[in-house]
């Protein structure tokens, strides 16, 4: 194998930039974009003691991989009690999710920088016997000391951007090491297989941890409630939306306004910290907002849903999900399959390239249906909850499929499985 100087340069210039890292993190603690009080876990410092007995890693950047792995965590707490059970991921909104999500004996931390030095001491520390990477969260000191410690390495649901791939083509040396650290690599679909394995990586079977996983969890106490104070009236669920979609969907749920009774429409953000901003666009809208505990009056229009970890009870209530990200150019939209999993009609926009595989799947099997502007969406909500058997229907076809995709992940976990220290 030729050197691979571009790491021996990423390891030289990560020990020397290493000393800044407590005064880069403070300053973005400052930004609100780090937890001061959780600062040492960056550098490698553990805030929980590593429980006696074997130990598995689990690694997500942030909110939708960490979320993923979650499939996972659960499978293991049910086959393997033995075993302890550490998730990492690098961003509060994810820290915030997961101490939510988490069972109670699953630790959480952050994940240190990636400087040889923090790296060795969270290794040393929670000497893990398996690592599993969700995605594309190659930190290469990193990967390579837990190789070198003889850490088990498992890169699940792997995904190479088109233009990551060209990057790394300049060091292929490099890229064929780190890829080489992992026993296993687990793509998300044959694109990211061929990318993997021209960098030089041995790719096993497809595993799309999207695909994977159980209804979201809810509150059954909080869900009678809201269903008490609704009533008789239809909901319409716009699920994780971004900037601009508000507008769509208010725009298409104008029409629905003149309805008796008329619909509830409640509004998901992807980034609740948006709130006063979505508010702003409801001014002469009879509003209610989840996080100051307002109740759902018989005049209110919208539901604003500014909370966190709380989708579960939102789909549940749904007659029909608005899935948000795809009506706005550059997001790529949301995972269709939460609301698959509970039998809820879907609509998305066009603009699902991170979806698409799982989209057009659904299209075909009529599981899912997809509006190209502001009229088309009022157009199919309409039909949707004027006819609940066609909405049955639909919703009936999407839970069939995430059905399916459920059961092919079971031969792709099974990879991972078999690097598990022995019971």
Excluded at 139 to 158: C, D, E, H, K, Y
Excluded at 343 to 360: C, K, R, W
Aim: aromatic letters at 6%; a positive charge.
């Amino acid at each position: 194998m030729s050197r691979a100087w571009s790491l021996v340069v990423y390891k030289a210039l990560t020990r020397v930039a290493e000393p800044m890292a407590p005064s880069l993190l403070r300053r973005r603690a400052g930004r609100g974009k780090e937890d001061i009080a959780r600062l040492p876990e960056r550098l490698g410092v553990a805030s929980a003691p590593r429980p006696p007995g074997p130990l598995v890693w689990m690694h997500g950047a942030s909110v939708g991989e960490t979320l993923s792995l979650l499939p996972f965590v659960h499978r293991l707490e049910r086959d393997r009690p033995d075993l302890t059970i550490l998730i990492t991921s690098g961003t509060r909104t994810s820290a915030d999710l997961l101490r939510k999500r988490l069972p109670p004996r699953v630790i959480h931390q952050y994940l240190p920088v990636d400087g040889p030095a923090a790296v060795r001491r969270f290794l040393d520390h929670w000497r893990p016997q398996l690592g599993v990477i969700a995605e594309s969260e190659l930190w290469p000191n990193l990967i390579l000391q837990a190789r070198r410690a003889g850490v088990r390495m498992a890169l699940v649901s792997a995904r190479i951007t088109e233009g990551s791939a060209k990057g790394w083509t300049r060091a292929r040396a490099s890229a064929r090491r780190i890829l080489a650290a992992f026993d296993v690599i687990l793509p998300q679909d044959a694109q990211n297989a061929g990318r993997i394995q021209a960098l030089g990586g041995a790719t096993g079977p497809m595993l799309n941890l999207k695909f994977a996983g159980e209804a979201l969890p809810y509150d059954e106490a909080e869900l009678r409630g809201l269903k008490a104070q609704i009533g008789p009236r239809q909901v319409v669920l716009a699920a994780s939306t971004h900037p601009g979609e508000e507008d769509v969907v208010l725009g298409a749920f104008s029409a629905l306004a003149h309805s008796e009774p008329a619909p509830l429409l409640v509004i998901a953000p992807r980034h609740p910290g948006r709130a006063e901003a979505i508010l702003s666009t409801l001014e002469g809208i009879t509003t209610a907002r989840r996080s100051d505990a307002d109740p759902i009056e018989a005049d209110t229009q919208v539901y604003l849903a500014d909370t966190l970890g709380e989708m579960g009870l939102w789909f549940r209530l749904a007659d029909v999900a608005v899935m948000g990200g795809g009506f706005v150019a550059g997001v790529g939209g949301h995972n269709p399959l939460e609301p698959a999993r509970l039998g809820v009609p879907v609509v998305t926009g066009p603009e699902v390239f991170n979806f698409a595989p799982i989209y057009a799947r659904m299209l075909a099997d009529e599981a899912v249906l997809v509006a190209t502007s502001e009229s088309d969406l009022s157009t199919k909500v309409q039909r949707l909850l004027a006819d609940p058997a066609k909405a049955q229907a639909i919703g009936a076809k999407a839970l069939a499929y995430a059905q399916r995709q459920a059961a092919e992940c079971d031969a792709a976990f099974a990879a991972v499985e078999a690097l598990l220290p022995a019971p």
